[in-house]
């Protein structure tokens, strides 16, 4: 597996090894050892798959917050889709700022995303499928978004906000300056 560091502190950018013959392909998609081994220590409990109809569908910016802050392992299992992590810790050096890349079934890469960062993707192809481990279960309390086209973040999605297929959660998101974020850098560095 290929670990690869990000411009954002903490998120990795994986690509595991595919072996292949005629029949298809086999792909070890993750290891708790070889991520130990990398100096990354998360326990996943829950697995969600999520599938979107359409090309332009938009999930996130989305977080939850303390004590259930999640980390995510997030993986393309059919399709295509552009996948972003935002800096969301208050004081961090990078607070704020992005990155992204694409996922797709074909590529097999994957964007770990630690807790404290905002995560949200848009389709590329219909039917897009999006796998992802979390670090802990799922609490609607604790459940939290910022807007998608926040133009103090500045994401380029490839879509315009017109075009953007959003749920009324969020599409009714607060900007980040409007947002009170519930992670610290320096609890996190602690």
Not at 25 to 34: L, N, P, Q, T, V
Not at 53 to 69: C, D, I, K, S
Not at 139 to 149: I, K, L, N, Q, T
Request: aromatic share 10%; with cysteine.
């Amino acid at each position: 597996m290929q670990i690869e560091t990000t411009c954002l502190p903490g998120v990795l950018l994986l690509t595991p090894a595919r072996h292949g013959d005629a029949r298809g392909y086999f792909s070890e998609s993750w290891s708790r050892r070889r991520l130990a081994e990398a100096g990354v220590d998360i326990d996943f409990v829950q697995d969600n798959h999520s599938v979107s109809a359409q090309v332009g569908t938009v999930r996130g910016l989305h977080y939850q917050a303390p004590p259930h802050a999640q980390a995510k392992l997030v993986r393309c299992g059919r399709g295509r889709l552009f996948d972003v992590a935002v800096d969301f810790r208050r004081g961090s050096p990078s607070f704020g700022q992005w990155f992204g890349v694409e996922l797709s079934a074909e590529n097999g890469r994957q964007l770990l995303i630690p807790a404290g960062f905002l995560h949200g993707f848009v389709t590329r192809e219909p039917g897009t499928e999006i796998i992802y481990k979390c670090s802990d279960y799922y609490a609607p309390e604790c459940d939290g978004a910022v807007r998608f086209d926040d133009p103090e973040i500045g994401i380029d999605w490839g879509i315009g906000p017109a075009k953007a297929i959003l749920s009324t959660k969020d599409a009714a998101a607060p900007l980040l300056r409007d947002a009170k974020s519930p992670f610290s850098y320096l609890e996190a560095a602690a």
